[in-house]
């Protein structure tokens, strides 16, 4: 008796604990400038675990099928290769000096690494893990992304505030275009024809024609903003239907929603103190954001479009990015 009453107990639980949530389907990857990765269940925001990186891990991504996790372990270096469910640490990558951003090639053979110290983009092979390749470009280079079908690399050079545009078979550089002052982040939009650039200091996006390399266009996030917070644009993240462009602001301290349609801001959502990097979950309800001096992460509801919980980390988080579980 006393045993069905303490399941029935246990199941009352397990169905109510988590009313009013959605459901509990993906893992977030937060890299911690302290020097981990923290693991967060993104609907109720518990914290899993810690991956035990190298030092001063940064950017991050996943392979195409979710099964591998990257990151940049930038003061050591390399890219650390883990797998995305047992949390083991699979691989090391050669990374150039202080690496800080990167994107893996669409079939999985290269990483292109912003390599800070080099003034270069780095082509590491996957198979070997070695370096075959430095393009060189404007001195700290931070954002970094390649084109869909794998053609184009464009890296952005925060102190030149140049938007770099590769060959990246070749590794020639093809061109070098001013931008706003701090351009932190590529993101490739209409199956790779548009480019955007966001700009930290300005905090504008400049949107580029990518066959040509000519900025077609400027989103200017001050105009939408009345704050005492500089306003600003560092990491963007599309809805896989593109109808949604979220932008990380910086000492903004939230986070922009645009519609690519009409450049418009849509709304705002407040987060922690500096956010730096955002990510949506797979199933695209939920947007994380990574805030660097509160040492949180805000879970955001996308479909209700509210900040549903703030998770205090510690230390410096930099970035956010969830796999499902």
Same mark, same amino acid.
């Given at each position: 008796?006393?045993? &069905?009453?303490?399941?029935?107990?246990?199941?009352?639980?397990?169905?109510?604990?988590?009313?009013?949530?959605?459901?509990?389907?993906?893992?977030?990857?937060?890299?911690?400038?302290?020097?981990?990765?923290?693991?967060?269940?993104?609907?109720?925001?518990?914290?899993?675990?810690?991956?035990?990186?190298? %030092?001063?891990?940064?950017?991050?991504?996943?392979? %195409?099928?979710?099964?591998?996790?990257?990151?940049?372990?930038?003061?050591?270096?390399?890219?650390?290769?883990?797998?995305?469910?047992?949390?083991?640490?699979?691989?090391?990558?050669?990374?150039?000096?202080?690496?800080?951003?990167?994107?893996?090639?669409?079939?999985?053979?290269?990483?292109?690494?912003?390599?800070?110290?080099?003034?270069?983009?780095?082509?590491?092979?996957?198979?070997?893990?070695?370096?075959?390749?430095?393009?060189?470009?404007?001195?700290?280079?931070?954002?970094?992304?390649?084109?869909?079908?794998?053609?184009?690399?464009?890296?952005?050079?925060?102190?030149?505030?140049?938007?770099?545009?590769?060959?990246?078979?070749?590794?020639?550089?093809?061109?070098?275009?001013?931008?706003?002052?701090?351009?932190?982040?590529?993101?490739?939009?209409?199956?790779?024809?548009?480019?955007?650039?966001?700009?930290?200091?300005?905090?504008?996006?400049?949107?580029?024609?990518?066959?040509?390399?000519?900025?077609?266009?400027?989103?200017?996030?001050?105009?939408?903003?009345?704050?005492?917070?500089?306003?600003?644009?560092?990491?963007?993240?599309?809805?896989?239907?593109?109808? &949604?462009?979220?932008?990380?602001?910086?000492?903004?301290?939230?986070?922009?929603?645009?519609?690519?349609?009409?450049?418009?801001?849509?709304?705002?959502?407040?987060?922690?103190?500096?956010?730096?990097?955002?990510?949506?979950?797979?199933?695209?309800?939920?947007?994380?954001?990574?805030?660097?001096?509160?040492?949180?992460?805000?879970?955001?509801?996308?479909?209700?479009?509210?900040?549903?919980?703030?998770?205090?980390?510690?230390?410096?988080?930099?970035?956010?990015?969830?796999?499902?579980?």
């Amino acid at each position: 008796m006393l045993k &069905r009453i303490a399941t029935a107990a246990a199941l009352f639980l397990s169905l109510n604990c988590c009313a009013g949530q959605q459901p509990s389907n993906d893992t977030v990857f937060v890299s911690n400038e302290a020097g981990y990765v923290t693991l967060v269940d993104g609907a109720t925001g518990r914290i899993e675990g810690k991956l035990a990186t190298g %030092p001063r891990p940064r950017g991050m991504a996943f392979s %195409p099928d979710g099964k591998i996790f990257y990151v940049a372990a930038s003061d050591a270096g390399r890219i650390e290769a883990w797998d995305a469910h047992s949390h083991n640490r699979l691989a090391i990558y050669d990374a150039g000096s202080d690496p800080e951003r990167f994107v893996l090639s669409p079939d999985g053979s290269t990483l292109y690494i912003a390599s800070e110290d080099h003034s270069a983009v780095t082509f590491t092979d996957m198979k070997t893990g070695k370096i075959i390749r430095e393009v060189k470009v404007g001195p700290e280079p931070e954002g970094v992304g390649v084109s869909p079908d794998g053609k184009l690399v464009v890296a952005t050079s925060e102190t030149a505030n140049l938007a770099h545009f590769i060959d990246a078979l070749t590794g020639k550089l093809l061109d070098s275009v001013p931008v706003g002052s701090r351009p932190r982040f590529v993101l490739f939009l209409n199956g790779g024809k548009t480019v955007w650039v966001s700009s930290e200091q300005r905090g504008t996006i400049s949107v580029f024609d990518a066959p040509t390399h000519r900025i077609v266009r400027t989103i200017d996030l001050t105009k939408s903003f009345n704050i005492p917070e500089p306003v600003q644009a560092i990491e963007m993240r599309a809805t896989h239907d593109e109808k &949604r462009v979220f932008v990380a602001m910086g000492r903004s301290n939230r986070v922009a929603e645009i519609d690519p349609a009409t450049d418009a801001v849509v709304r705002s959502f407040p987060t922690g103190e500096r956010t730096w990097g955002i990510g949506l979950s797979p199933d695209e309800t939920r947007l994380y954001a990574a805030s660097g001096l509160s040492g949180t992460l805000t879970i955001i509801d996308i479909v209700h479009n509210k900040v549903i919980r703030t998770v205090t980390l510690g230390g410096k988080p930099w970035g956010a990015l969830a796999a499902r579980k």
